[in-house]
């Protein structure tokens, strides 16, 4: 038999009946190289547990197996595909783990040791809950190296003043910095998506950017990008704050702020009577 990390991924797919599954969001990656590349993209890994969630039959499970990584934790929901890393389990005893679950529903930091590090070819169907999710736990982790729709990976790395600025690219930026690795065809996953995709990695920073609740920074950005094209004094007057009193300008549109500014507004919040005390997550 065929080693497991010789045998072409094709063959995986088709002596595992591993069609790919709309409902599961399944585009696999059959290109070697580009897995390697993506893996690469991720940095130096010894002595680090890496965590894959949706490794579909095992493409960049291969690419972080040919790396130093101190373990490889894969997280799976598909039972057909379980069979296929098994495999390479078995070849590589005491560095792979397959977890058979769902990732909404599991806490990473319980299945595996720090020093941690995502690295991850994401179902695109659960890629912002699973982000969010993670942001909340992002101590938890060195950094996140994904592959998100090109469309979202533009929202967390975008600036002030642009088109894709929004509540997620406040909340990632508070957490990390970001950095976009490359972008992929569409041409390059089996089946094709509809959309482009990019590489994303999102290193952890020792303390969030500015001061701030996660409750009361998510309550400021979701009031002010809920009326994006209306100005301050209107899409936050149900909050209650005093714009200006804090040194912002009230005529403003929340794509003129930036992370700091927003932080500002969510310390504000949290001093308001009669507002709950949001904590700070992720911590």
């Not at 790919?20 to 290109?31: E, I, M, S």
């Not at 998100?148 to 533009?154: H, S």
């Not at 609740?213 to 209650?240: I, T």
Request: glycine residues 8%; aromatic residues 4%; charged residues 25%.
């Amino acid at each position: 038999m065929t080693p497991p990390l010789e045998e072409p991924l094709g063959e995986v797919i088709r002596r595992h009946r591993i069609g790919a599954r709309r409902g599961l969001g399944q585009h696999f990656l059959l290109d070697l190289n580009l897995c390697r590349r993506i893996a690469r993209a991720a940095g130096p890994l010894a002595g680090v547990t890496v965590i894959e969630v949706g490794p579909g039959p095992g493409g960049l499970t291969r690419a972080l197996l040919e790396g130093d990584a101190a373990r490889v934790v894969a997280v799976e929901r598909d039972r057909r595909c379980i069979a296929a890393l098994a495999e390479l389990a078995a070849a590589h005893p005491g560095r792979l783990d397959v977890i058979e679950g769902d990732a909404l529903e599991i806490n990473l930091a319980e299945v595996s040791d720090p020093p941690r590090r995502i690295v991850a070819n994401l179902p695109y169907n659960i890629a912002t809950p699973l982000l969010i999710g993670w942001l909340k736990r992002i101590g938890d982790f060195q950094s996140l190296t994904c592959m998100f729709q090109k469309e979202v990976a533009d929202r967390l790395a975008a600036r002030p003043r642009s088109k894709a600025y929004g509540r997620l690219s406040v909340i990632t930026q508070w957490l990390t910095w970001v950095r976009h690795e490359f972008n992929i065809d569409r041409r390059a996953f089996t089946p094709p998506p509809k959309v482009a995709s990019s590489l994303v990695t999102l290193t952890t920073r020792p303390e969030p950017l500015a001061p701030a609740g996660w409750d009361s920074l998510e309550a400021v950005a979701a009031a002010a990008f809920g009326q994006r094209r209306k100005m301050l004094r209107s899409s936050l007057k149900p909050l209650g704050l005093d714009i200006d009193g804090l040194g912002l300008d009230p005529a403003a549109r929340a794509e003129e702020l930036d992370v700091e500014d927003f932080c500002t507004l969510a310390r504000a919040l949290e001093a308001t009577p009669g507002q709950p005390r949001p904590h700070t997550k992720g911590r």
